[in-house]
């Protein structure tokens, strides 16, 4: 499964805002694997205002290790 950092590594150097398309050619572009790819095809088409928002909109914790309550602290 993608992690947060594994979709924010492949669209390091895209533009913001982003449309959907735009977020998969970039992730493509960087040679992402195909779990990114995946959670990134998955993605509703709107418009992107960062990386952090895409990797939420995909789905994607920030910290899946860490419980709610220490993500909060």
Same mark, same amino acid.
């Given at each position: 499964? /993608?992690?947060? $950092?594994? @979709?924010? +590594?492949?669209?390091?150097?895209?533009?913001?805002? $982003?449309?959907?398309?735009?977020?998969?050619?970039?992730?493509? *572009?960087?040679? $992402?694997?195909?779990? @990114?790819?995946?959670?990134? *095809?998955?993605?509703?088409? @709107?418009?992107?205002?960062?990386?952090?928002? @895409? %990797?939420?909109? /995909?789905?994607?914790?920030? %910290?899946?290790?860490?419980? /709610?309550? +220490?993500?909060?602290?």
């Amino acid at each position: 499964m /993608a992690s947060y $950092a594994d @979709v924010l +590594q492949y669209l390091s150097s895209l533009d913001y805002p $982003a449309e959907k398309d735009d977020v998969i050619r970039e992730a493509e *572009r960087e040679g $992402a694997p195909p779990d @990114v790819l995946k959670a990134l *095809r998955a993605l509703p088409p @709107v418009d992107y205002a960062n990386g952090n928002e @895409v %990797a939420r909109s /995909a789905g994607i914790e920030a %910290a899946p290790e860490l419980s /709610a309550s +220490q993500r909060a602290a």
